[in-house]
């Protein structure tokens, strides 16, 4: 769960995860370019939604997730799956970049638990220049999202030159606090341009710029903010005792260690966001 990321929804469980090929994105950006960008594959073999929840089941999974694509391509065939899995007691989840239209949102959000919804830019030069596509139906979906009651966290990439303004970074946690409220999850990822689609003249994130974009999020008055291993810990946003420690393997895992009881903070007994 922690790879997707969400860090405050099933800490410490699996997911079981699918997606299709193709997006509505173009982004130069990120590394998943061959399956978003490739158009249909037709070597990659269609599962069904019955393979999809047996398999999560057989494996140990609590959920599945829609994700490597943007699920609102699939929306249909994400649906069929999301309705059989909750009649077997697993959870939904989707990994988006919020591009997706207010009738689409409403259809799947009866069947949605949690989404990670990537923000990255509060720029729509920076929206239609890297990944084809604009930013007001994302602040809108994330808005609609919010209000649904659903369980939400955001993931910005920091991009050098390109996302990682201050002043740029200061309206978007400014957004995060005000329109979505300071308890949403904002994580902070860095950029690697040997793993990008179109980007590899464009410089690593340097750890400053994660540190500088850290500082922003807890000026904006953000309670949860993770940025690397070295904010990767969830503390209480009321007496700042460390709910949850996370530390990621090199095999790409988490050890997750649980300090939050009965729902609350062992200190001070406010309520814990990790939701169950
Ligand atoms: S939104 Fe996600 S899947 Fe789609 S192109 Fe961008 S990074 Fe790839």
């Given at each position: 769960m922690e790879k997707k990321p969400?860090?405050?929804?099933?800490?410490?469980t699996m997911t079981w995860s699918f997606g299709t090929p193709g997006c509505n994105f173009k982004c130069a950006?990120?590394?998943?370019w061959a399956i978003?960008?490739?158009?249909?594959?037709?070597s990659i073999p269609l599962a069904t939604p019955e393979a999809i929840v047996r398999n999560a089941m057989n494996t140990g999974c609590s959920s599945i997730s829609c994700t490597y694509t943007e699920p609102t391509i699939f929306a249909e065939y994400a649906l069929d799956v999301m309705q059989l899995a909750r009649q077997t007691g697993l959870r939904n989840i989707w990994i988006s970049?919020?591009?997706?239209s207010p009738l689409c949102l409403k259809t799947v959000t009866p069947w949605l638990d949690a989404i990670n919804v990537g923000l990255?830019?509060?720029d729509d030069a920076f929206y239609r220049r890297?990944?084809?596509?604009?930013l007001d139906p994302v602040l809108d979906s994330l808005r609609l999202i919010q209000e649904s009651g659903m369980h939400l966290e955001i993931t910005t990439l920091v991009i050098p030159g390109?996302?990682?303004?201050p002043a740029m970074l200061e309206r978007l946690a400014g957004f995060i606090a005000h329109?979505?409220?300071?308890g949403v999850p904002w994580h902070i990822i860095p950029f690697y341009p040997e793993i990008s689609w179109k980007m590899q003249d464009t410089p690593p994130t340097p750890a400053e710029s994660i540190e500088q974009a850290f500082e922003i999020g807890r000026k904006a008055g953000l309670s949860f903010i993770y940025a690397g291993n070295a904010h990767s810990d969830t503390f209480c946003d009321?007496?700042?005792?460390?709910?949850v420690g996370r530390k990621a393997s090199p095999f790409g895992d988490y050890r997750i260690e649980r300090f939050d009881t009965g729902g609350r903070c062992p200190v001070c007994h406010a309520p814990s966001p990790m939701r169950d």
């Open positions: 969400l860090y405050h929804f099933m800490p410490g950006n990120r590394q998943n978003s960008q490739m158009g249909q594959d037709k970049n919020g591009y997706l990255q830019s509060m890297v990944c084809g596509a604009r390109h996302s990682s303004d329109d979505l409220g300071t009321q007496c700042s005792a460390r709910l």
